[in-house]
């Protein structure tokens, strides 16, 4: 019996030495002194030996299982010990170190020239107006002097909801809005999203930003619609620039014409980004239909306006030289974190 106890004890104290966790060290513990363990086993095997023999074993016992539960103690308080230690270590604060920057949204490059196109117009007392993009067909196509066989409605295939409600295809229905309205004079801006069912490419994407302008007044000239958009150019692209007239057709302005810049670039002497031109076009523009003042309930004898229309993304590209339309769309940290 007495050997047993001894082997038993051995045993315990060189598995107990050569534990490596907590653990293990738990299996241990269970193992010779758990209910089933081997010290309990011996305690059990007491019954055979004689009474006067039992106390001397039976002191035995509780030394071999002390000597077993003070190591185990023992070994436990070290192994957390050494955890501390490691954990203190792994969470050491370098109070030395550069302090973590918090990083700063800032706006993007459609929404920087977005804001500078309406600082200019507000600049020359224009009110900045905006519309639903859904929209119904009247106020996107019909309004404008774009009749439902009208072929300009396919250029601008959209998105319908159903027959008469769809995805704005320009921005031009919150100038019907507010011509509505009837409050005369008008000078106003309407910047904002549009769509238009094309294939996404280096210049195409189904979802873009117009900026749309109109005046309304009575003495309306071409002289007028000149002179502000000559001012809007020098103001945006710098004071040297200078404009460029174009006859062209549009459903909702009579007469029509599309305006080029000079190349901000080469400054109109001609360059790889002007394709040689040294002129770059910018916007669309015309005197504002008597049709479309007369849908809208303004006496066109009285009354003459002009209205200009610019696709964002198109100044923004050329603002910063980018080449990719879908650059801004991409959400790249990368390319955003430039501007
Ligand atoms: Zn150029």
């Not at 994407?205 to 001012?231: M, R, W, Y």
Request: glycine share 8%; aromatic share 8%; hydrophobic share 35%.
């Amino acid at each position: 019996m007495k050997e047993r106890l001894n082997r038993i004890q051995e045993e315990a104290i060189k598995k107990i030495q050569a534990s490596k966790d907590l653990n293990e060290l738990n299996d241990i513990r269970i193992h010779f002194l758990g209910k089933k363990g081997e010290l309990t086993t011996v305690l059990k095997g007491m019954k055979d030996i004689s009474p006067e023999e039992r106390p001397v074993v039976g002191q035995i016992v509780n030394k071999t299982r002390e000597t077993i539960e003070e190591l185990l103690e023992e070994t436990r308080l070290q192994m957390e010990a050494a955890q501390r230690e490691e954990r203190m270590k792994n969470e050491v604060i370098d109070v030395t170190l550069p302090a973590k920057k918090n990083k700063l949204g800032h706006r993007h490059p459609n929404t920087i020239v977005m804001e500078e196109v309406e600082g200019i117009f507000i600049g020359m007392g224009y009110e900045v107006v905006e519309g639903p993009e859904v929209e119904y067909d009247y106020y996107n196509f019909e309004a404008l002097n774009i009749p439902a066989d009208h072929p300009a409605k396919d250029e601008q295939d959209t998105f319908y909801i159903n027959k008469n409600i769809l995805l704005r295809s320009q921005t031009s229905p919150v100038q019907v809005r507010v011509m509505e309205k009837g409050e005369l004079p008008i000078r106003m801006l309407a910047p904002g999203r549009v769509f238009r069912s094309d294939e996404v490419d280096a210049t195409h994407s189904p979802s873009f930003h117009q900026i749309e302008g109109l005046v309304i007044d009575k003495n309306i000239t071409f002289a007028d619609l000149k002179g502000t958009l000559a001012e809007f150019a020098k103001q945006l692209f710098g004071p040297e620039t200078k404009v460029k007239f174009r006859p062209h057709h549009f459903q909702f302005t009579e007469p029509s014409a599309e305006m080029d810049v000079t190349c901000f670039k080469c400054g109109g002497s001609g360059c790889r980004f002007c394709k040689g031109s040294g002129w770059v076009e910018i916007l669309g523009c015309g005197m504002v239909h008597p049709n479309v003042l007369k849908m809208s309930g303004i006496d066109s004898e009285k009354y003459s306006g002009f209205a200009f229309g610019m696709g964002l993304e198109r100044i923004t590209l050329f603002k910063y030289e980018i080449d990719d339309m879908r650059l801004l769309y991409e959400n790249d940290n990368r390319f955003l974190s430039q501007f």
